[in-house]
């Protein structure tokens, strides 16, 4: 495989407080060459729920994952169930897709919700879900004043209306910090995302999907088939569908080079945080939140009462880079949650998201590769964007009208980024900027 970072920023998951939720995955590894209908590339959240539906509509479809069941990014995740999957603006939006395009990828971000709780709710599964909706904190009176003007916006583009909250209500509702105010949307909630992804590996398996992991595919190519080469044998198919996102590798195939980049983000979850801390603190709910800065911090109050706080992660995946985000996460979070300075971390960890050139995601045909579908890049927001594409793509390998609305936003292969297999240096920069703008 031909990857742009270091070997550890693909590596075991570590010390992943979700790996310790769910039992050992019963994924078998491939046992010997086999023909399929349709293969898929990867078994995170796109590639199972793709699994799913596909062989709910009767079709042979085996999935092919290069580790464990939940490795990548699926299983490594916040666990927010919530709107998103683009980083490009509303205004970015406009301009590319027009005032329709950009309704269309509205009305998706709000779909692939309801598509993840429907999978949930049809098929049994349990995933510790909770939180009304999403709530988004200001770092800033003028970030608070930017939500104020947003109020309308989320309406009109949502049809739900969101709860700006000023900042002398913070503490009332149970988000005390140095904050200066939020905006509370009723649609999404949060969840444990490795018992949401075994059990959408256990519906697909169920339906008749071959699940099977530790079965990497190390070589592409197409002759009238597809012949997909693992250390374990050959498979053949009519159809494949590439879902690596983040973990994606430059030549499998050849057309992937440089069209996504991989960027680190990691996550710590605290012991159980007693009552009496969490009333020092004046933070009790169990809301998901975000807050406004371009480097934006992810947390909440799990079932158990252990805190889980993200951020972006480093540039490099070199052990010294690692230290130091390893100090930079726990010193944010004490500035952010003072009382808690003291509660032990138990569990750290980091994953790979994948950003797009077009800041939007990919799902559909891969140009010039007959009977090739790929779908990627949800910019950190892929449990609900993930599973909704999955589904989209099933329709598409069958050369089926798509289920759900297929919006422009994501119809357009993704162009490549500069500096080819050098292109996470772009990071930096980026990173340099935003960070000036969260002052």
Known sequence: MKRIYEKPAYGPQGACFWADTVSGT??????????????????????????????????????????????????????????????????????????????????????????????????????????????LIAHSARAFAKLRDEVDAIERDYGVRPDLIQMERMRELGMGGPFFGALTTPLGFALNPRKYHAGLARAARDAGAALFQHSPVTRLAHNGTWRLETPHGTVTADRVLLATNGYSSEDLPDWLRARYMPAQSSVIVTEPISEELREAQGWTTRQMAYDTRFLLHYFRLLPDNRFLFGMRGGLRASAGAQRRISRMIREQFAAMFPAWREVPVSHEWAGLVCLMSRLVPFAGPVPDHPGLFAGLGYHGNGVAMASHTGMILADLVQDKPPRAELPDAMRHPPGRFPLGAHRRALLAPAYAVAGLLDL
């Open 26 to 135: 019963d994924w078998p590894t491939l046992p010997s060459p086999r023909h399929t209908e349709v293969a898929i590339i990867g078994g995170g959240f796109t590639g199972v729920s793709a699994a799913l539906h596909l062989a709910q509509d009767g079709v042979d479809v085996t999935v092919l994952e290069a580790e464990h069941a939940g490795y990548g990014a699926s299983g490594r995740n916040g666990g927010f169930c919530c709107l998103g999957g683009a980083k490009a603006s509303a205004g970015q939006l406009r301009r590319h897709y027009g005032p329709r395009g950009l309704a269309a990828w509205r009305r998706t971000e709000a779909a692939a919700i309801e598509t993840a709780a429907g999978l949930i709710e049809t098929n049994g599964i349990d995933a510790d879900t909770h939180s009304e909706g999403e709530t």
